[in-house]
């Protein structure tokens, strides 16, 4: 019988069984001062199959996108609300970058120690080249809450927004640009 989803707050207790870069999100998150709370959950790979952790984080995951340009040599991280339409014409105008199309699995590896499925703010800790530029939806910079999983499709987690923009990434030296979607 499946384990009951639950609202945790922090980190897990143990985390033997973890993915190191799983483990190295709640690392970054604690070592910030970061209050958080956590679900642990079967995978779940789309937006779409979020729906009852959402519920219970009280907030929406947002979609992350990895994308490139068509030479691959530009990478980006879009974030943005899970219910809204990706239109590739819309943000291309909005960056200067035409042919935008989604990442390829070895880059997304590469670059964010991440895999399809569990792309995640968070993997930009892994992205020490910063090779990738982060784009967020004025959308989701508007909620008080953000959610994300922690490098991994296993466990989701919320924390405050003005965390993610005023703590987190200029710890990992990440700027951002804002689009509208």
């Not at 956590?38 to 779940?44: C, F, I, Q, S, T």
């Not at 040599?73 to 974030?79: D, G």
């Not at 987190?168 to 509208?180: G, H, K, N, Q, Y």
């Amino acid at each position: 019988m499946p384990e009951i989803m639950k609202l945790e707050k922090g980190r897990p207790r143990d985390c033997s069984g973890r993915l190191a870069k799983e483990v190295r999100a709640y690392d970054l998150l604690d070592r910030l001062g970061i209050a958080y709370e956590r679900v642990d959950h079967e995978p779940l790979a789309t937006i779409e199959a979020c729906t009852q952790v959402d519920a219970l984080l009280g907030t929406h995951i947002c979609k992350n996108l990895f994308l490139c340009n068509a030479q691959h040599t530009r990478f980006y991280l879009l974030l943005m609300p899970g219910d809204k339409k990706f239109r590739t014409a819309v943000l291309s105008r909005q960056i200067g970058s035409a042919r935008l199309s989604f990442a390829d699995e070895a880059h997304m590896l590469e670059f964010l120690d991440l895999t399809p499925g569990s792309v995640s703010v968070l993997g930009l800790m892994n992205d020490v080249g910063h090779h990738v530029q982060l784009l967020i939806d004025r959308d989701v910079l508007r909620e008080r809450w953000f959610a994300c999983h922690p490098c991994i499709n296993t466990s989701s987690l919320r924390f405050a927004t003005e965390d993610l923009t005023g703590k987190i990434l200029p710890a990992l030296r990440v700027t951002f640009v804002t689009v509208e979607l």
